[in-house]
């Protein structure tokens, strides 16, 4: 809501009445918050919103348990509605807005640009007309002249669509639907398990010691193959994150950032994008691709590709666990609630810390744990 126009006014009773899933307020002192888009997304669970709905949540804000960061308010900004207000300014408001959507009519043809980009800045604070980029463009040839104000910019997180490439099947390109991932390389995963076990079971393959000492490798060893390539992709995954992802690109380089913002930037800046939650396809076969070719190098045949499907496989949960951190509504004192607070608090607060997705196994020894809070 701009700055410049009248709040709404909201009674007690209006705000209390408003306390469903369909339909979610909540209080913060006097200012009024629609958060029902944000149900689903809370890290600790949408009971715990609802909970409270109807009521004031700036002691919630403040913790303990948890304090809330300062992108935590500004997203929560976002959802700003009104204000709480006499009985009788609520009343005068609410006649208004019935007359007001009674005597409008705007049909579809005749929408106006300004009204367009009303429906597209919805449920966000972002001004579109004093943002560092224009929204109304495609932002993937704009962040690289950012320069030293990009890091800031990408880590305020927004809640709205971003638009990378005005090209339509460039863009296309860019998205993709969780269930593409297991759809594409679960088969993959299955049909390789099955190859490198009975391959095993025919008792062809030996690891040579010495020119006359050799070892079978017996089928029975699959699963062991097959986890050493899961334990090894979550390292590769803790990398990948770490050093690429969040690689600091310099504020002087226009393509490292614009590169930076293309892999993960733009995640950051709009973590709650259902279609860019997980790897299209197409690109994710690079990083398979090198996988697989790396391990038939270290390893003979059938070894390096039962530990590449053990890989690929940890790949796939790495990518489904990546999803629900961000949209699944996991039961609270359960492993993946708190890997879920987890993953939340490093693109809220902690950018630098708290790289590991499917595990924070990783974190411990390279020290990028995020701290525990301390009130």
């Known amino acids: 809501m701009s700055p ?15 306390c469903t899933k369909d339909s979610c307020w909540v209080l913060q002192g006097t200012k009024v918050y629609d958060v029902t888009a944000f149900l ?10 609802l909970r409270r709905s109807g009521k004031d949540v700036s002691q919630v804000m403040e913790g303990p348990p948890h304090r809330h960061s300062d992108n935590a308010r500004r997203w929560m900004e976002q959802y700003y509605i009104g204000e709480l207000g006499r009985e009788s300014d609520a009343e005068e408001t609410q006649i208004l807005r019935e007359r ?49 104000k990009y890091d800031a910019w990408v880590h305020q997180p927004v809640d709205r669509p971003i638009r990378l490439f005005g090209n339509p099947f460039l863009e296309a390109g860019t998205k993709t639907s969780w269930y593409w991932v297991p759809v594409v390389w679960l088969p993959i995963v299955l049909y390789f398990s099955w190859y490198c076990y009975t391959a095993l079971a ?30 090894l992709w979550s390292f590769i995954e803790y990398c990948i994150h770490r050093f690429v992802f969040h690689m600091n690109p310099p504020a002087h380089n226009y393509y490292l950032i614009t590169i930076h913002f293309l892999l993960h930037g733009q995640h950051h800046k709009s973590p709650f994008d259902g279609s860019r939650l997980v790897f299209p396809p197409g690109l994710a076969s690079l ?11 270290m390893l003979p045949d059938i070894l390096g590709l039962s530990v590449f499907v053990g890989g690929l496989c940890g790949y796939v949960v790495y990518d489904m666990i990546h999803y629900y951190l961000h949209y699944g509504s996991p039961k609270k004192g359960s492993y993946m609630y708190s890997l879920k607070a987890y993953h939340v608090k490093h693109h809220f607060e902690h950018q630098k810390a708290g790289f590991g997705i ?8 390279f020290n990028t744990v995020i701290p525990e809070e301390k009130f």
């Open 4 to 18: 410049l126009t009248s709040p709404k006014f909201f009674s007690e009773k209006e705000v209390a009445r408003h």
């Open 287 to 297: 990083v398979v691709g090198s996988f697989y070719g790396i391990l038939r190098i």
């Open 358 to 365: 499917t595990s924070t196994f990783w974190d411990h020894p």
């Open 40 to 49: 689903r997304m809370h890290p600790g669970g949408e009971s715990l919103i």
């Open 202 to 231: 025919r008792g062809t393959t030996r690891i040579l010691l010495t020119s006359d000492v050799s070892i079978r490798i017996h089928e029975y060893f699959f699963p062991l193959l097959f986890l050493t390539g899961w334990f």
């Open 100 to 148: 007001r959507n009674a005597t409008e009519q705007t049909p579809d043809e005749n929408v106006t640009n300004k009204d367009k980009n009303a429906l597209f800045d919805r449920c966000s604070s972002v001004d579109l007309d004093k943002d560092l980029v224009d929204w109304r463009k495609p932002l993937a040839w704009q962040v690289g002249y950012l320069g030293e």
